[in-house]
């Protein structure tokens, strides 16, 4: 399921030139630990509606 977060994730991995730890912060308004920042970033971007919606922008 394409959730409004994970469209603000991928437009906003797409805006950052890729950073997705960036994305997450922005798109969950998050201030958990860097690493779990990273992992959770790095997860959503395995999800097929995240990437197909980060390759088609």
């Given at each position: ?12 991995y797409v ?30 971007l395995t ?11």
């Open positions: 399921m394409f959730t409004v977060k994970k469209q603000a994730f991928a437009e906003e805006a950052n030139s890729g950073n997705a730890s960036a994305a997450y912060r922005h798109a969950y308004n998050t201030h958990a630990a860097p690493h779990t920042i990273a992992v959770e970033a790095s997860r959503l999800d097929p509606d995240v990437a197909l919606s980060t390759m088609k922008t």
